[in-house]
């Protein structure tokens, strides 16, 4: 039994060296994320993508690993993105309220920021609360229309 029992344990283990880390990073200085990415992305001739969420939420998961598939490159080609870990709406809000809260109705929610801070395109709506029935593409694709002729 304590074999068995000792066995779970170390298998338990294991398998959370391996789990893949949370996206939002709880520790990050989000203000300064956001300024480094604000100051470099002209040089790339990029926008910055705002990306706010929490590592509870499904659906602030599913955006990431959307993000994080095959239209990555995509994304990373066009966007310095910023995650923005709002935790149970008790961080970060002075952020999210520096770029016209985008937060208020729900997470994930995105803003992208163009020259000069600009902000080119904000969530208000929720329009991602469905991030876990998109598709890698389908988000690429809403990021796309949602910024054009906007910039």
Request: glycine share 6%; with cysteine.
């Amino acid at each position: 039994m304590n074999k068995i029992l000792l066995l779970l344990a170390v298998t338990s283990l294991a398998t959370l060296a391996h789990a893949a880390p949370w996206p939002y990073d709880e520790k990050a200085d989000a203000a300064a994320d956001v300024q480094r990415a604000i100051a470099a992305a002209p040089a790339d001739h990029k926008q910055v993508l705002l990306v706010f969420g929490a590592n509870w939420c499904e659906d602030c998961r599913a955006l990431d690993k959307a993000m994080h598939g095959s239209s990555r490159h995509l994304i990373d080609s066009q966007f310095e993105v910023v995650k923005i870990d709002v935790g149970n709406f008790d961080k970060n809000l002075a952020l999210a309220d520096r770029f016209g809260n985008p937060i208020a109705k729900g997470i994930p929610a995105v803003v992208v920021v163009g020259a000069g801070s600009k902000v080119i395109y904000a969530t208000k709506d929720g329009e991602l609360a469905n991030a876990r029935q998109m598709t890698e593409q389908g988000i690429y694709a809403f990021l796309k229309q949602k910024i054009a002729n906007r910039s």
